[in-house]
């Protein structure tokens, strides 16, 4: 029969009868799994046999996808933990000429982060953590063309997809999430790029960036008149850096390298990646000190308003229903200690 599951996607029961059918969907009754595990003593007919039979006494355990194709969903970003960002000026002596991420007039007019991928990935959309936003009001809308392009060193010459998005709907000192409307299968290395050509005169963009000082680690990169360069060949320090970007990405064969946080054995976070559920659990090895002193906060390092519940002295459950998809830190104290977990949230 069908499978009845909780909501951290963990099979409980399995349908045994009733008289429902797709016509009317109700009538339905589902049997315990605490049941079928080993209620009867034959082991002909009980599932502990079959499924534990060096009695290990395992209560529960997380199932595996049995197929690649599966859509598994993440954000990814080149942003490590604690990384500080700015809006970094362009600077000629003592002129300020606008932003190596943005609006300028030294001529930079198309702006990548590239994303190193093994294999592939389907691309829903972008976060965006944008720094300035000002626009001319005589104008009704003021656009960014973002696109996709595959490439190795540099974005390739024709775009896999291009869409517009209107800067007067970005706030700015936040991530904005910009969603695809139709998702981008990508292979291998790709960028994301945007375009600034559309905006007016009096209109201002900056987006956020790595402030990478004797650190020539680099996946940003600037278009102007003669062809892509990277930033660490523009400024005279050769440092690095990188966008404040998140990809919300399906269908993940995972990223040569993507930042990963262990949090031991002092608290599990789940489901991670939150997806297709808004509630996080977090359960702690010992009890919570101050459930009121638990925060969030986006990868700009800012503090979220998540409301959560206390399910037991050492059980919390936080809700995202509110918030854009993208990376999150959770900090709990515990044990007299604190611990940080980090969230992928797709809704």
Known sequence: GGPLFDQNKQLIGTLTGGSATCALPTNDYFEKFALSWAYRNETSKQLKAWLDPTNSNVEKINGMYQVPDVEVCKPVTNFTNNETHSAIQIINGTT??????????????DFAEQFKFSKSCVVQGISLGIARVKTNPSFAQSFINVQVFEGTDKPNATALYSQKFDIKKLSADGMNYLPFQTPVKTTGNFFITYNIQELHSGDTLAVYMANRIGDTTNSF????????????SQNTAGNGSALLTELIACSIDLPTKI?????????TFFPNPLNGSTYLTIRTKNKIDFPTNTVVYDLLGKEQNISFTLNAPNEL??????????IYFVHVEAGGKSIVGKIAYIP
């Open 259 to 267: 930042d990963t946080f262990d949090n031991g054995l002092e608290a």
């Open 317 to 326: 459950m936080l809700n995202f229903s509110h918030e854009m998809p993208g």
């Open 96 to 109: 300020k000429r606008g932003y190596y991420s943005g609006t300028n007039v030294v001529g930079y007019t």
């Open 221 to 232: 990169f600037l278009k102007n008149n003669t062809g892509w360069v990277s930033y660490n």
